[in-house]
C-alpha cells in the first residue's frame, strides 16, 4: 500500500471521529450547533478572522511597516532562490553565532495571500536571544494547489539545510508559522532538518474549509483533505507546541485543541499554550517580543531537546 493510500485509509476511517467534534460549534452564536446546519455565511463567517477583529487591517499594516523597516536594517540575505517561483525566495536573518538556533517561520494567510515580506517583524523576538530567523515565501493559490504549496516549503527547507551554512545559519531549526502556516509547520514537522515545532493559530482539519469562501481559490481536493489534514495523519513524534488566542474564533480555538489531544493520545511531545485575551492578531505580539509567551516557548523547545 503506498503513502497516499495509506493516508486515506487512516483518514477514512478517522474523519467520522474527528470532523463532527472540530466542526461542531464553529462560531460563538452556534457553540452546540452541527456544522451543517449552519448556513453559507455561518460557515464563512466561523472562518474570517478579519471579520472578527475590526481593527485587523490596521494591525496588519503596522506589521507591513514595522518589517519594511528592519528588513531596510538587515539587507544582506534577501530574496534567495530556493526554486524557480517568483515567491520561491528565503530572507534570512542569521545569528553572529552561525550555530545559534533558527526559527523558520512560515507566513499565513489562508494559502492565499500575503507574503513572507510582511512578517519579517517578527523575527525580532529570537534574534534578541541571540538566535537566527528565516522566513520562506510559497506560491499562493490558485496559482498553486495545496499540494504544490506544501511541496514548495518543504523544497525550502531542502535549500536551507543544504546552503544555510554558506549564509551564517547552521544550528537547529525550530519551525514556525502563523494560521496557514501554522497547518504548513504541523505538515513539515517531518523535516529531517526539523527538530521542533511552534504551530500559532493554526487549521489542522481542511475538511470544513471546504464549506467557505476560502476554497474557492483553494479547490481542495478530497485527496488533499484526507492527506493534508494534520488531524488525519499520524503524528510527528518531535516536540510540536500549539498555541492560540482564547479570544480567537472558536473554530480556531478548536483546531488547537483538538489537535493538541489528538496527539497526546500517541503519546507525542508538545505542549498547549493558549494566550490569555489574544485574537488571531494580537496574539503575534507574542512572538515580536523577546520575552513574549511565543518566543519563550520556542527558547523552551530548545531548552528541552537538549
Not at 532538518?193 to 475538511?207: D, H, K, N, P
Request: with cysteine; aromatic share 8%.
Amino acid at each position: 500500500m503506498g503513502l497516499v493510500q495509506r493516508r486515506a485509509f487512516i483518514a477514512a476511517s478517522a474523519a467520522t471521529v474527528i470532523v463532527p467534534n472540530l466542526a461542531d460549534g464553529q462560531t460563538p452564536t452556534a457553540h452546540n450547533m452541527a456544522w451543517g446546519t449552519l448556513s453559507h455565511a455561518g460557515r464563512d463567517a466561523a472562518y474570517n478572522n478579519s471579520a472578527a477583529v475590526s481593527d485587523s487591517v490596521q494591525i496588519v499594516d503596522r506589521w507591513v511597516a514595522a518589517s519594511a523597516t528592519f528588513r531596510s536594517q538587515r539587507p544582506k540575505y534577501l530574496d534567495l532562490a530556493y526554486g524557480p517561483g517568483e515567491r520561491n525566495k528565503w530572507d534570512l536573518f542569521p545569528a553572529e553565532n552561525p550555530t545559534a538556533p533558527c526559527l523558520v517561520f512560515i507566513h499565513g494567510g489562508y494559502w492565499q495571500s500575503r507574503n513572507r515580506e510582511h512578517f519579517s517583524c517578527f523575527a525580532e523576538g529570537v534574534l534578541a536571544r541571540g538566535w537566527s530567523a528565516a522566513l520562506p515565501g510559497y506560491t499562493l493559490a490558485p496559482a498553486a494547489t495545496l499540494t504544490q504549496i506544501v511541496g514548495e516549503v518543504r523544497s525550502a527547507l531542502d535549500w536551507l539545510a543544504a546552503q544555510g551554512s554558506a549564509h551564517g545559519i547552521a544550528g537547529p531549526v525550530i519551525i514556525s508559522g502563523w494560521s496557514a502556516g501554522g497547518h504548513l509547520t504541523a505538515l513539515l514537522l517531518d523535516h529531517p532538518s526539523v527538530r521542533a515545532g511552534l504551530a500559532i493559530s493554526g487549521i489542522f482539519e481542511l475538511g470544513p474549509i471546504r464549506d467557505t469562501y476560502l476554497n474557492e481559490r483553494l479547490k481542495l481536493t478530497d485527496e488533499e483533505i484526507a492527506t493534508l489534514s494534520p488531524l488525519r495523519l499520524p503524528g510527528v513524534s518531535k516536540p510540536l507546541a500549539i498555541t492560540y488566542g482564547t479570544a480567537e474564533l472558536t473554530a480556531l480555538v478548536r483546531n488547537s485543541r483538538v489537535y493538541h489531544a489528538h496527539r497526546a493520545q500517541s503519546h507525542q511531545p508538545g505542549s498547549l499554550i493558549p494566550i490569555p485575551n489574544a485574537n488571531h492578531y494580537t496574539g503575534m505580539e507574542e512572538l515580536r517580543s523577546p520575552n513574549g509567551i511565543l518566543t519563550r516557548s520556542a527558547v523552551r523547545l530548545i531548552e528541552d531537546l537538549s
